[in-house]
């Protein structure tokens, strides 16, 4: 199948609880697979609930966190300038793009498990046969994605994301609005996982989920990987 033309979905929500700390975006999972499929020549378009400045999480940048793929991020005013003008999320269309990938940082804990925009992209990109990709606290924002029969689309399936230990590692535990891997057992989702803090990745027919920051570029080649046997 083609990918020539892929949707990023991201947070638009800087808040982190009550804490009165900063969260949004974890870069390195927007920056390694933006790169990697914007270096094979594919166009990415950037969307957020509200549009405009995607809020980067400051944890994301600390000595520790970068990366190459951060490294080259925080050099590129072009791509730094793409995500200070993201599109809003209700003005794209499953129709224009090939595939659509959700990066993770916790903002999605908060503005994407309801929002109506997002259920319905990523329920007309899946029923359409196209990749669905979401990393790390991304696959949040499944969790009130149906299939057209009314049941929860994880339900059955397998899908990997931050898990309650890493959770706990990050000490945010009592900060989430709730636990991602419980509620997407609670979803009735098959829940996968490695090791904390490593590369991880399933995919379910079209539906490809990472575990953790590490997972990022994992999570795009899988996708390209499932595009050129598709």
Not at 110 to 126: A, G, H, M, R, V
Request: a negative charge; aromatic letters at 8%.
């Amino acid at each position: 199948m083609k990918l020539d033309n892929v949707l990023f979905v991201v947070t638009s929500h800087d808040e982190l609880g009550n804490t009165g700390k900063k969260t949004g975006l974890w870069i390195e999972e927007f920056a390694a697979p933006y790169y990697k499929l914007h270096d094979l020549g594919k166009n990415v378009v950037i969307a957020s609930p509200k549009g405009g400045q995607a809020p980067i999480d400051p944890k994301s940048d600390l000595p520790e966190n970068k990366t190459e793929a951060t490294r080259r991020y925080y050099n590129d005013p072009e791509t730094q300038d793409k995500l200070s003008h993201t599109v809003p999320l209700n003005t794209v269309s499953e129709s224009d793009y090939d595939a659509v990938f959700y990066p993770g940082g916790h903002g999605p804990m908060w503005d994407l498990p309801d929002n109506q925009d997002s259920i319905k992209l990523i329920e007309d990109f899946y029923n359409h046969g196209k990749p669905v990709t979401l990393v790390c606290h991304a696959p949040v924002a499944l969790k009130n994605v149906k299939t057209p029969d009314g049941e929860w689309l994880i339900k059955g399936k397998k899908v990997a994301a931050f898990t309650d230990t890493e959770e706990e590692t990050a000490q945010l535990t009592k900060v989430v609005p709730f636990l991602l891997e419980d509620m997407l057992i609670e979803r009735g989702a098959d829940f996968q996982k490695g090791d904390d803090w490593k590369p991880f990745v399933t995919r379910e027919g079209n539906l490809i989920t990472g575990q953790n920051p590490a997972s990022s570029v994992l999570a795009a080649d899988t996708l390209l990987n499932y595009a050129a046997q598709a």
